[in-house]
């Protein structure tokens, strides 16, 4: 068996991760997701929101933080500490060595900027190199492009549909199941380092692309 992860603190360059403190985030984390219509948009294919208030959105938070094998965090800028949004660990299978990347939001402000990606880097290599975990995993409601396309952005494999998988908000999940393997972690993670931190004039798509083409020798 794999060791269980750990809630703590991830200190990236562009982003810092911190174990959500639903008392303390909440008022932040509520504010920069639901100022308008466009904000309330981000919620269209989570579990639950958007929230009519701050208690609400708190009551969920609860529930989330307390369902088994996830541990959530709160995204916020390094240096500034602005909020930015949300990530968990979840799924988490320490017996199998598995865990999945989930229920992740940005506000539109971080939306294509790097915030993400660093995030997402910061928990796979916890996971991959830190715990030895096996496989990590993102799953997605089939209608959502955003993270269908993030998903491959970032190097993981689509594997398929599992249909009518879940209801959710009273409407029928077909959902999209993607996985990253450790043995193509040391690949995908040199992409994201160059990508992030030394250059980013080509995208992460095509540096992952490139590295899987040398290391299958096409």
């Not at 794999?2 to 303390?24: C, H, M, N, S, Y």
């Not at 219509?37 to 609400?56: N, Q």
């Not at 968990?88 to 990347?101: D, F, K, N, T």
């Not at 990253?180 to 692309?209: C, F, N, T």
């Amino acid at each position: 068996m794999k060791p269980q992860p750990a809630p703590q603190i991830f200190e990236g360059r562009f982003v810092t991760l911190t174990p959500l403190d639903v008392a303390a985030d909440v008022a932040e984390l509520h504010a920069i997701s639901h100022v308008d219509e466009t904000t309330r948009k981000l919620w269209r294919f989570m579990p639950r929101g958007p929230f009519s208030d701050v208690a609400e959105q708190a009551a969920f938070l609860r529930e989330w933080q307390a369902t088994p094998n996830v541990i959530a965090f709160t995204v916020r800028t390094s240096g500034t500490h602005q909020p930015l949004g949300s990530i968990s660990l979840m799924s988490i299978r320490a017996e199998h060595g598995v865990a999945e990347l989930g229920n992740i939001w940005y506000a539109p402000a971080a939306q294509r900027t790097k915030a993400n990606t660093e995030s997402c880097y910061l928990l796979l290599r916890y996971c991959f190199e830190k715990l030895g975990y096996r496989r990590m995993e993102w799953k997605c409601d089939a209608r959502n492009e955003p993270s269908r396309n993030a998903a491959l952005r970032l190097g993981f494999t689509f594997e398929g549909i599992f249909r009518q998988h879940m209801i959710i908000k009273g409407e029928n999940r077909d959902t999209a199941w993607f996985a990253m393997l450790d043995h193509e972690w040391p690949q995908i993670s040199a992409a994201m380092r160059k990508w992030l931190y030394v250059d980013d004039s080509v995208s992460l798509g095509r540096l992952i692309a490139e590295s899987r083409s040398v290391q299958s020798g096409a």
